[in-house]
């Protein structure tokens, strides 16, 4: 459907979305759970319970019935039994004795002859209200040893037992069941309220038992809540070992991994503003004197040249930096190229990038060895590998490289690493008390760790017995170029 437009406005038709029609059951699923989980749990326990003393009540209902129906049975085809095993039938009979002479004055006696066509009854009471039956009848031709059934007379319930009295003869016995009526209809009437007291209390037992066994879950709640109002990342109080403490262990070990990597960033954005203010420092400084020097006219070419290297030097420090920062805030390389690699050529071109630019010796030894990867950023491990090297070594001084069975090894001649330096040369911004005065970001070996992980491979730092720190970069390959297609 759509919406008229405006008058007058040119407007076109706004053609307004079709509401999807809900799906059978989804109206009362959405107004169940928007309620409380304790008034749901209430809800479900009274329910149940309801549900259960239901079924009691009408299985006790039904057994206490049939019992009382049973029994009334037995005392009638007892009786009926006993009175006609006697000759009181043929006295009765031909005098017309009442009923309750027997001291059955709650009873209706019928007696029933087949010898006869049509079959002749005959008996005492209100007898003649009730009419005989087939049972009965079989009963008197001597198809049954007896029957049981529920007649209605004048608007009540009379239960009819029928036995043998001889041959062609039967016994009818019948009493009102009036007595076992208003017994069961007491007794439906206490099951009931009975019933609706256990709801009453379930429902309350339900909802004391749902806010106390909730209590956990409200607290864990209020904390989660908390931390996402204030966004302190405090841990929340655990409590017992139950399912509930697990969900809070498990936000606890949430809130650690979100702190630390809030704390990574933090110590990111502030390293990178403390890394690059040196550089800005430094470039603006040399403009100055630059735009000074032009001003005055009293520079010489000489010390103009020093001061354009140095600018170009710091623009080339910033770009490193800036790169390092854009590599480490990646999760994964944007794009990356996989493909099979020789690394031995990645190598060489790294080796000869460095010797342009550092005035060490570089000893390489390699062997052929092709991984799967991202030729730019191996080529990128492998010069901050060198650079490093290179930083560390004499001028002049040796550094050996060597590719051997998948395995990248860089020792320069350097100073050598640190005890306490050892396991964090690989972190971000790292930087040990003796390389404070020199240049560089501490990124350089945190950004091998990351490419090496990224190809499967590992990165390890030691110090060599002779002096000089050592580099082993480990790539999974081969030492053939893998087939094409595979």
């Known amino acids: 459907m759509s919406a008229p437009p405006a008058e007058g406005t040119g407007e076109q038709p706004r ?10 059951g989804t109206a009362w699923s959405g107004l169940h759970y928007r309620r409380s989980l304790a008034s ?9 319970v309801g549900f259960a003393v239901s079924i009691v009540a009408f ?20 009786r009926a039994y006993a009175a006609a095993q006697t000759d009181t039938m043929d006295a009765l009979a031909r005098q017309q004795i009442p009923s309750w002479a027997l001291g059955a004055a709650n009873v209706n ?23 005989v039956g087939k049972s009965e009848l079989d009963v008197a031709r001597g198809k049954d040893a007896s029957s049981a059934r529920t007649v209605w007379s004048k608007g009540a319930r009379w239960r009819m037992v029928a036995v043998s009295a001889g041959d062609n003869e039967a016994l009818v016995l019948a009493q009102s069941m009036e007595s076992t009526d208003r017994m069961l209809d007491r ?7 009975f019933g609706i007291a256990g709801m009453i209390v379930a429902g309350l037992a339900g909802w004391a038992v749902a806010r106390n066994g909730l209590r956990p879950v409200r607290r864990l709640t209020t904390a989660v809540e908390d931390i996402a109002r204030t966004q302190r990342l405090d841990p929340i109080p655990i409590e017992g070992s139950d399912e509930v403490a697990r969900l809070a262990q498990s936000f606890n070990g949430m809130l ?7 704390h990574r960033q933090r110590q990111l954005v502030a390293d990178a503003g ?15 004197l630059l735009v000074q020097a032009d001003a005055s006219s009293g520079l010489s070419p000489e ?18 930096l800036i790169g390092d920062l854009v590599e480490l805030a990646r999760d994964e390389p944007v794009s990356p190229t996989v493909e099979p690699v020789e690394l031995t050529a990645v190598l060489g071109q790294a080796v000869a990038r460095v010797r342009r630019r550092a005035d060490v010796h570089l000893d390489v030894h390699t062997s052929p060895w092709w991984v799967t990867g991202d030729a730019d950023a191996l080529e990128r491990a492998i010069t901050n590998l060198l650079d490093n090297a290179a930083k560390w070594s004499p001028e002049g001084g040796v550094v050996t490289v060597a590719l051997q069975q998948g395995t990248l090894t860089v020792a320069d001649q350097g100073p050598g690493i640190a005890p306490e330096d050892l396991p964090h040369v690989f972190e971000r911004f790292y930087r040990s008390a003796e390389s404070r005065g020199m240049p560089g970001s501490g990124l350089g070996l945190s950004i091998v760790r990351s490419i090496a992980e990224r190809h499967g491979g590992v990165v390890e730092a030691g110090t060599r017995p002779e002096g000089g720190a050592v580099f082993w970069l480990s790539l999974p390959g081969q030492p053939s170029p893998p087939e094409s297609g595979s």
């Open 15 to 24: 053609i307004l979305p079709m509401m999807p029609p809900l799906a059978p």
């Open 40 to 48: 749901r749990v209430t809800v479900l326990t009274t329910l149940a």
């Open 59 to 78: 299985a006790a209902y039904a057994t206490v019935r049939a019992q009382a129906v049973g029994a009334l049975d037995d005392s009638l085809r007892t």
């Open 109 to 131: 006696i019928i007696f029933i002859d087949v010898s006869t066509s049509p079959p002749r009854l005959f008996g005492f009471g209100t007898s003649s209200s009730f009419s």
């Open 187 to 193: 007794l439906g009437l206490v099951m009931l309220l």
């Open 256 to 262: 650690l991994a979100l702190s630390a990597s809030q």
């Open 274 to 288: 403390h890394e690059l203010r040196t550089p800005l420092t430094s470039l603006r400084t040399n403009l100055d």
């Open 303 to 320: 010390s103009r040249g020093e001061l354009l290297d140095d600018v170009r030097a710091q623009i080339r420090e910033m770009t490193n």
